[in-house]
């Protein structure tokens, strides 16, 4: 990470060709030159963040070559949701950036259309915490996979962890590749709650291509 070369790959998953790989510094580098070469490269990946749009306010290459942790994960989140929605758009075959509020729009949709009660206001709604919505729209995409007999009222500490740890496991067994962890859903952690919903739209959408 130091040298900033994973994060190059990284970003080229986002958006092809956007790093200058004649603009990156490849090792083996001389001894005197090493720390000064691996900042240009952290330099230069602060600079395609901003490319992006990723907001990099506060983080600077040296950031990354001291390998602050905090600030590499805000820009390795930032990634994989780009990442995310760029696969999402591609599922979608759409010429524009899937927004937040029609990912929302389509979850609420699908959980309508196969009957079920839960409904979400957003990446924010606590009643996430229970894992509940994940798992009905689980359900509604593929009918009858869910063992609601395994599923439990999501009220307790417990019973929300078990409950997340079923949905992350059974959206997997459908295809969504899913990062998040169970803790992220019981933690509603909005950010990583978005891309769990954003995968599973996205396999919603090779299905029903699948069926054309």
């Excluded at 506060?58 to 820009?75: A, E, Q």
């Excluded at 950036?97 to 009957?115: F, G, H, R």
């Excluded at 929300?160 to 992350?168: C, D, H, Q």
Aim: proline share 2%; with cysteine; aromatic share 8%.
């Amino acid at each position: 990470m130091k040298n900033a070369d994973v994060t190059f790959l990284l970003f080229t998953q986002v958006k092809n060709k956007i790093v200058d790989w004649s603009k990156v510094n490849m090792p083996p580098y001389k001894k005197l030159s090493e720390k000064m070469k691996k900042l240009e490269n952290c330099n230069y990946c602060i600079e395609l963040a901003k490319k992006l749009e990723f907001s990099v306010v506060g983080i600077g290459g040296k950031d990354i070559l001291d390998v602050n942790k905090k600030l590499i994960l805000s820009i390795l989140y930032q990634t994989m949701r780009a990442y995310t929605l760029v696969i999402l758009q591609k599922c979608a075959e759409s010429d524009k950036p899937i927004k937040d509020e029609e990912i929302v729009a389509w979850v609420n949709e699908k959980l309508s259309e196969n009957q079920k009660t839960t409904r979400i206001t957003g990446f924010k709604d606590t009643t996430i915490a229970s894992s509940r919505c994940v798992i009905d729209l689980i359900d509604g995409m593929k009918p009858g996979f869910i063992r609601y007999n395994m599923v439990a009222e999501g009220e307790t500490d417990e019973d929300k962890l078990s409950n997340a740890k079923y949905a992350i496991s059974m959206g997997r067994k459908i295809g969504a590749k899913l990062y998040a962890l169970p803790e992220d859903l019981v933690e509603v952690k909005a950010k990583m709650v978005l891309t769990v919903f954003a995968c599973m739209m996205a396999v919603d959408h090779a299905l029903s291509a699948a069926k054309k």
